[in-house]
Structures are given as structure tokens and as C-alpha cells.
């Protein structure tokens, strides 16, 4: 994992993007944010287990059909299953210890 601390490569109103292997953040001192590093964590495991290229297409498919039930660019990323996995184990520092592969799919229900 490399941290990248820019301006310009995360998207506005967020302050992380992870590609594997790169987390790319906006604040130097997230670097020693152990709830933001964990969020990302999660992101690249998620990433591996999808061999990387195909998260990113599941990622942005999954955003236009939030964005259809939800309509709203907000609520659609937050719902996103990749997204509400992170953010439900981010604070559990040893989430990633216990978790199982392919977690992300128990956060996929449409209904939630
Ligand atoms: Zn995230």
C-alpha cells in the first residue's frame, strides 16, 4: 500500500481514492487516521478479490443503479455494496482480520 497525498486526484467532497495499490488522499494527516486507513484497507482487499479491473466496472455500474433507486449522487455512492462495507467495519480495527472473502456481497441487497 502507498499512500499518494494530492489535491487534485480525489474526487471533490471526498477525501480518499484507493487503486490498488495506491490510496491517493487529500490530507497528509490521514496517514495516521486509523478509521480512514482502515476504510481503505477494506477497498483494496475488496479490489484483490476482484482481480482489481472488474471492482472498478462493478463499482460504477453499481453507482448508476443506486443512483436509479435512490436519486441521489450522495445516498447512491453511500449505498454502494463496496462503500457500505467499508463504512460499517471501518471503526473495527480488526475487521479485516476476521473478515471473509467476498464480504462486500452480504451489503448488495437492494432493499436496505
Ligand atoms: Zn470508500
Known amino acids: 500500500m502507498f499512500?499518494?497525498?494530492t489535491k487534485y486526484l480525489t474526487p471533490r467532497g471526498f477525501r480518499g481514492?484507493?487503486?490498488f495499490p495506491f490510496v491517493f488522499m487529500k490530507y497528509a494527516s490521514d496517514k495516521v487516521n486509523p478509521v480512514f486507513?482502515?476504510?481503505e484497507k477494506v477497498h483494496l482487499k475488496q479490489q484483490?478479490?476482484?482481480l482489481i479491473l472488474p471492482f472498478?466496472?462493478?463499482y460504477g455500474l453499481e453507482y448508476l443503479i443506486r443512483l436509479l433507486q435512490y436519486r441521489n449522487a450522495?445516498?447512491?455512492y453511500k449505498n454502494?455494496?463496496?462503500e457500505r462495507e467499508a463504512y460499517a467495519n471501518e471503526s473495527n480495527l480488526d475487521?479485516?482480520?476476521e473478515r471473509r472473502l467476498f464480504s462486500f456481497l452480504y451489503y448488495i441487497r437492494l432493499n436496505k
Open 3 to 5: 499512500f499518494v497525498v
Open 17 to 19: 481514492l484507493t487503486i
Open 37 to 39: 486507513i482502515n476504510h
Open 48 to 50: 484483490l478479490e476482484l
Open 56 to 58: 472498478f466496472i462493478w
Open 74 to 76: 450522495y445516498l447512491a
Open 80 to 82: 454502494i455494496s463496496f
Open 95 to 97: 475487521y479485516l482480520n
